[in-house]
């Protein structure tokens, strides 16, 4: 794949929003800023269009909390179709993470992800998803 150069008007402001996105972010320049904007641009816009996407779900919970770990496997079962893999890691004596590898339609991995991280007892969820070529 090639790279064309272009140029770029700006208001200051908008220059100045970007160049400490580019030092917040840790980009070498602002042409990697905005390949970064505008290909979450892209995914995000894969997602609403209900596109096949890969993603990563992560959660992080007490073990101990009452049936965690069955509604958690429960819910996984009604959405085997999605689940390319999962990993438990335990973190402490009382809490756990579960990393859930992920690939379909975006409305899907979304509707799956509200469930388990809505569950009782789960401490902190978060679906990541990419586009898939």
């Known amino acids: 794949m090639g790279v064309t150069r272009f140029g770029v008007s700006l208001e200051t402001e908008l220059l100045e929003a970007l160049d400490e996105y580019v030092i917040l972010n840790n980009f070498p320049n602002r042409s990697q ?22 993603g990563a779900l992560v959660l992080q919970f007490d073990h101990h909390k009452r049936e965690i770990n069955n509604q958690v496997m429960d819910i996984q079962h009604q959405y085997h179709e999605l689940i390319l893999s999962t990993q438990h890691f335990h973190l ?23 469930k388990l991280i809505a569950l009782k007892g789960i401490k902190h969820g978060k679906l990541v998803m990419s586009k898939v070529e």
Do not use: F, M, Y
């Not at 290909?39 to 209900?50: A, G, S, Y």
């Not at 756990?96 to 379909?104: F, N, Q, R, S, Y």
């Open 33 to 54: 800023a905005i390949r970064h904007l505008i290909e979450r641009n892209l995914v995000e816009t894969k997602w609403q269009c209900n596109n096949i996407v890969a």
């Open 92 to 114: 402490s004596h009382d809490s756990c993470l579960d990393v859930i590898a992920l690939k379909g339609p975006s409305k899907s991995l979304t509707e799956l992800a509200d």
